[in-house]
């Protein structure tokens, strides 16, 4: 074991040429960042998450009540035994041919069989309740988050010339804010990586998982090799849009169209020019050529530099799905009233088109037709009642 950690810790990948472990050491005129301070992280990513459950119950709830959004989610499918076994032991989605044998075997018609399975998928979808509650919660962090970090950035000399981040790297103090700062950001993530599995499951569930994998990666990375100036930069400029998204959201789910609409512009226009603009400019410039010039490339300079364009690559795909629905809902909706988190049913539906339509109880008898048997019992003129059905935006940076 001592073998295998030795060589996970070696030096020579971590740290620049002539640099050891013993030079980082905690004195009484320096504290430097050691990689046993990131241990506080697990249990507070614990807490957080807790803290969450607290304030969507006792704050976001009542705000949501306040602002009459609904409690109820969609209407429930009627109970009936043989669907519901096929529903979970067999499909949620089940094809024609099945369609057919259950038609015969209930003697309902398709189209019921399908309008049952659609309103039973939509059962396990949350409420729009919840779905505020769960915004609000990020929008509140987020706020705080940026805004310490804004306060506190300003008063450092790295802000305003990015060359700070290397001269005198890596002997560079670790300091309160610094430290605070850092579990606080790592201690989310992780509480968003749990969380990923008990909240509303996105259908870019992977890509989001790569993004916070990918965030942590770099975070850990820059705070083991004291990168922790530069990393503060990075941390500050991601959360700015994630604020706007979430208030986007929140306006959403109140139908506020008028500000939703206004905080999506903000926010695509905020997004797209911080991460494909900002970002590549002011920090892959200094992480780059900057560092390379003061410092030199090592092993673990190359991994870090990989992970920030990994983060670019993400960046460049959400701001072509940010382009994709801003267009296709300028496009669909009608002028002066458009809805870009509404109108488009694409990758981050969080709920099946139609799930309002024709709820009566299905027929006694059935009533074959070539129309029953193609349709999927779709109402175009019933929207999704206030339910997200954007392209998949960052939720966390």
Not at 78 to 99: C, G, M, S, W, Y
Not at 296 to 325: A, C, D, E, M, R
Not at 336 to 349: I, Q
């Amino acid at each position: 074991m001592a073998g295998i950690l030795a060589w996970f810790w070696n030096e020579r990948f971590w740290l620049p040429h002539n640099v050891t472990w013993a030079d980082l050491k905690n004195t009484d005129e320096a504290t430097f960042p050691q990689a046993e301070d990131l241990y506080l992280a697990c249990p507070l990513a614990f807490c957080i998450f807790m803290i969450r459950l607290v304030f969507e119950r006792f704050i976001a709830r009542p705000c949501a009540m306040g602002l009459k959004i609904q409690t109820n989610g969609p209407q429930k499918a009627q109970p009936n035994a043989i669907l519901e076994k096929v529903f979970t032991a067999i499909t949620k989605h089940p094809d024609e041919k099945r369609l057919e044998g259950l038609s015969k075997q209930l003697d309902w018609d398709v189209r019921t069989i399908q309008r049952w399975f659609r309103q039973r998928r939509n059962q396990e979808k949350p409420s729009t309740l919840a779905r505020f509650c769960e915004s609000m919660w990020r929008f509140t962090f987020y706020l705080y988050i940026f805004t310490y970090g804004v306060r506190f950035l300003k008063k450092t000399a790295w802000l305003w010339n990015t060359k700070e981040c290397w001269y005198n790297y890596p002997y560079q103090p670790l300091t309160v804010d610094i430290h605070y700062y850092y579990i606080l950001e790592l201690s989310f993530y992780l509480s968003l990586i749990f969380s990923q599995f008990t909240d509303i499951r996105r259908k870019d569930f992977l890509i989001m998982f790569l993004h916070h994998v990918a965030t942590i990666s770099l975070i850990t990375f820059s705070y083991v090799n004291n990168m922790a100036r530069v990393g503060t930069l990075v941390m500050c400029l991601h959360d700015a849009a994630d604020v706007l998204i979430e208030a986007a959201k929140m306006a959403n789910y109140a139908k506020c169209q008028i500000l939703c609409n206004l905080l999506f512009a903000m926010f695509a226009i905020l997004f797209i020019s911080s991460r494909l603009g900002v970002y590549p400019v002011w920090i892959l410039n200094t992480t780059f050529f900057e560092s390379w010039e003061i410092v030199g490339p090592y092993p673990s300079w190359w991994v870090f530099n990989l992970l920030l364009i990994l983060l670019q690559l993400l960046h460049s795909f959400w701001s072509y799905l940010i382009v994709k629905t801003a267009c296709r809902a300028i496009s669909k909706g009608k002028v002066g009233k458009w809805n870009p988190l509404h109108v488009s049913k694409d990758d981050r539906s969080d709920i099946e088109s139609g799930s309002d339509e024709d709820d009566s109880p299905p027929p006694n008898h059935k009533h074959h037709s070539s129309s029953s048997s193609s349709t999927n019992g779709t109402n175009k003129n019933h929207g999704t009642n206030g339910y997200l059905t954007g392209a998949p935006y960052p939720d966390e940076h």
